[in-house]
């Protein structure tokens, strides 16, 4: 979801890195949180902001994130380009899509609504908040696979993330990375190399080419 169909990851990283300081480390940057921790759930983030610190962090980590990213939301969530033309061609070639996010579930829901993708899914966007392990784990799109009713490798992964892309080599998925977000101008070079040593089987830099990567020609016949 997040940097593959809305480009929030400058608002999710910032307002990561400003709880980050809110917590105590007073150094952290949206620059080092999108390193780190881009695809990574809440949760195992503030586990390590905990380690960090030596202490734990103060209850409602993720929930004070959240609220700082839900107010950043309100005038700077945007659809990425062409992402719509991209769930219409899927729908019409009768491939069955779903959502495998490390947002927690009221994120989810609350990111689909405001950019006015909530229609696309339905019940099929599946949060971290679900399964034992986050991403790099597969359980995420092992159970997205398990509700589409898919053999895993009869699915296809669009990811921004290194995190995601392991995560979906090890579910045994076809995987394609996306480096067309507004978080990596001027790195989609460096990042489509981190997503290609990840595992990606390709890369792309817009969504107008998902459909022909994600899915092989003979499919779309």
Not at 30 to 50: F, H, M, N, Q, R
Not at 98 to 120: F, M, N, Q
Not at 187 to 212: C, F, M, N, P
Request: net charge neutral.
């Amino acid at each position: 979801m997040d940097g593959c169909l809305v480009d929030s990851e400058p608002l999710s990283l910032e307002a990561v890195a400003a709880e980050m300081r809110a917590s105590g480390l007073r150094d952290a940057t949206a620059a080092e949180v999108g390193t780190k921790y881009l695809g990574v759930s809440l949760a195992k983030i503030a586990k390590d902001v905990e380690a960090q610190l030596g202490k734990p962090c103060a209850p409602g980590f993720a929930d004070r994130m959240e609220a700082r990213l839900f107010a950043a939301y309100e005038s700077g969530l945007r659809q990425m380009d062409s992402v719509e033309d991209m769930l219409r061609l899927l729908n019409q070639a009768g491939i069955p899509v779903a959502i495998a996010s490390g947002a927690s579930v009221r994120r989810l829901e609350k990111t689909l609504k405001i950019a006015r993708l909530d229609g696309y899914f339905g019940n099929r966007g599946f949060s971290a908040d679900l399964v034992r392990r986050g991403k790099p784990a597969p359980d995420i799109f092992l159970l997205a696979a398990e509700k589409l009713g898919v053999a895993p490798q009869n699915c296809a992964v669009l990811e921004d993330s290194p995190h995601g892309i392991k995560g979906a080599v090890t579910a045994g998925m076809w995987t394609v990375g996306f480096v067309g977000g507004s978080h990596l101008a001027g790195r989609e070079a460096d990042h489509t190399a981190i997503l290609r040593a990840a595992g990606a089987h390709q890369v792309i830099g817009h969504l107008s080419q998902a459909l022909a990567a994600l899915v092989p020609a003979r499919a779309r016949l």
